[in-house]
């Protein structure tokens, strides 16, 4: 996952050019280097983030082909297992060259929700209870909404320096996978992982491996799924207080103006 | 019956973003209303205060009448929206073959819309949560709608959810990047909000038309949601009276605003990706 870094010298407000020049110094020496905007789409972490969006999309069209001949499914988690390790690089690639962006977090985070909303999706159409098929209906909500507030509620507190948002409100779980990679590593990859299976086992024609994946399906993949949902759901929680003390706040500074 | 009404309240999502005169998108998400910025719309609706004696300074607390935001009326109503989506979406998965339910909590859902942000504006109760969770719940509506479509129209899933994915992407991209504008930007510019000249866009002349014609703007907002839900039941249900009626209105009605709305759909993905690492950040 990239990071956004602010950059730290202005762009030249003074004398806006037809190239829109913004400049940034690079951690390597002094040396100042000039890039353009239409640079911004060519970064390395862009060119990954792109061929994780075609990726999906191929793989989405195999899923569904694998739907009537069950024959595609490898082909189509290939594409998808391509699709989400790019994730795992793109944000690597950004802080090797030096190429975080704005447009390459949120390119990064819309083709994530996207991934997992497709795969979400598919498995409604492979389970046949209407239980199961809500159950990953609402697993979708609650990505999307979870992620959605989050984002949200950072880039208000991002302009106020005053908030007292610091990890001692949030709950131990969200503390920890924030805190610790190897946990957040593993709800991710886990959460991922148990989606994948779940496919790949509707598939699978049964063999000796099939006991095998089953087995790391249900104990390793699956609570990690379900915690990763716990954290998205607290997640969600904390964000909605966060913006409602962000208008709770603004509310109050409009009644002191009042006065 | 339940047809009818069904289409007409699967119109209303958007009928509630035309009043006030600011569109959908920009109301929700630009800097008219709910706003980061310091001052919410509530200040438009007090007098100025030199012509009220000085009073006694209120505390810096939420004042006691005042309901805490998560309780304001229009947030109550969106939650009320969430459940009855949810709701209609376990009829439509537990029994596809009688639409009757999932239409009846669906349309529900969907006239609830209409009625938030008039309430908001009504009773004073605007807030960043609300608008927020009104553009949540609406994605997931439409992307629910689409979902279904997926089962009805197996052949075309990769479509509806290249449209999913369309819908998310497009409003993801164009709140971050106006939120980007508003806690980075203390200039507020209209337009592309550059700095600099603003260059002739083509992208940006579509959807200023888009815009401009509050007319064309309802139908290219109502079209997808009639068409996605017109669909739907032309796939569920066959031989019902008025099927051709139904058949004619999606394709020679809703057909056209659906395609326009993607194409601004784009066009606003469009301006969010090449403005958004422009927006200057606060040094």
């Known amino acids: 996952m990239p990071t956004t870094r602010r950059s730290k010298s202005p762009a030249k407000k003074a004398n806006p050019s037809p190239a829109r020049k913004v400049t940034k110094s690079t951690t390597e020496g002094a040396k100042k280097e000039t890039r353009t905007t239409g640079d911004v789409f060519l970064y390395v ?72 909303a497709g795969m979400l999706v598919v498995l409604t159409w492979i389970f046949n209870e209407p239980s199961t098929k809500l159950l990953f209906l609402f697993l979708f909500f609650l990505d999307i909404s979870s992620h959605w507030m989050q984002m949200t509620s950072s880039l208000m507190l991002g302009s106020h320096h005053k908030s007292r948002e610091g990890n001692s409100k949030k709950f131990i779980l ?4 924030y805190e610790s990679y190897p946990f957040f590593g593993y709800c991710c990859v886990g959460a991922e992982l148990t989606y994948v299976l779940l496919y790949v086992l509707n598939y699978m024609p049964s063999s000796p491996l099939t006991s095998y994946v089953e087995i790391a399906l249900w104990y390793v993949c699956v609570p990690a799924c379900v915690l990763k949902n716990f954290v998205n759901v607290a997640q969600l929680g904390s964000a909605s207080w966060v913006i409602a003390e962000e208008d709770v706040r603004a509310f109050n500074e409009e009644q002191k103006k009042k006065l | ?44 609706t007090t007098p100025s205060s030199s012509n009220i004696p000085p009073q006694i300074p209120q505390p810096a607390v939420l004042p006691t009448k005042q309901l805490p935001t998560w309780a304001y009326v229009p947030n109550l109503i969106g939650y009320a929206r969430l459940l009855f989506l949810s709701l209609s979406l376990h009829y439509a998965y537990s029994s596809p073959s009688k639409p009757g339910k999932f239409s009846i909590l669906y349309a529900t859902s969907a006239l609830l819309d209409a009625l938030d942000g008039k309430a908001a504006r009504y009773l004073n109760q605007v807030s960043n949560l609300g608008g927020l969770l009104d553009m949540v719940t609406d994605r997931l509506t439409t992307s629910s709608m689409l979902i279904i479509l997926t089962q009805v129209y197996k052949k075309y899933a990769v479509l509806w959810l290249g449209l999913m994915g369309l819908d998310i992407s497009s409003h993801w991209m164009f709140q971050y990047y106006n939120a980007l504008r508003k806690t980075h930007h203390k200039s507020s510019s209209k337009g592309a909000g550059r700095t600099g000249e603003v260059k002739m866009n083509p992208l940006k002349v579509v959807v200023d038309y888009y815009y401009r014609s509050p007319i064309f703007f ?66």
Not at chain 1, 174 to 177: E, G, S, T, Y
Not at chain 2, 30 to 42: A, F, K, R, V
Not at chain 2, 251 to 261: I, R, S
Request: with cysteine; net charge negative; glycine share 8%.
């Open chain 2, 218 to 283: 309802a139908y290219c907002c109502l079209a997808p949601e009639l068409f996605y839900g017109g669909l739907y039941i032309l796939g569920e249900f066959d031989g019902f009276k008025g099927r051709e009626v139904l058949r004619k209105f999606v394709w020679w009605g809703c057909f056209a605003g659906t395609v326009v709305k993607q194409v601004t759909n784009l066009a606003q993905l469009g301006e969010a990706i090449m403005g958004v690492d422009e927006v200057e950040p606060v040094v």
């Open chain 1, 174 to 177: 969200v503390r920890l996978f």
């Open chain 1, 45 to 116: 972490p862009q060119l990954v983030g792109y061929s994780r969006v075609i990726s999906t999309l191929l793989s989405m069209y195999y899923m569904t082909l694998s739907l009537t001949t069950g024959s595609h499914y490898i082909l189509a988690i290939n594409l998808y297992l391509f699709s989400f390790i790019g994730d795992l690089f793109d944000g690597m690639a950004a802080r090797k060259f030096n190429q975080s962006s704005k447009f390459g977090g949120v390119l990064d985070m819309v083709t994530d929700r996207c991934t997992t």
């Open chain 2, 1 to 44: 019956m339940f047809l009818a009404l069904f289409l007409l309240a699967s119109s209303f999502p958007t009928i509630s973003s035309l009043s006030p005169p600011s569109p959908f998108l920009y109301s929700v998400l630009s800097q008219s209303t709910p706003s980061y910025n310091d001052e919410p719309l509530t200040s438009t």
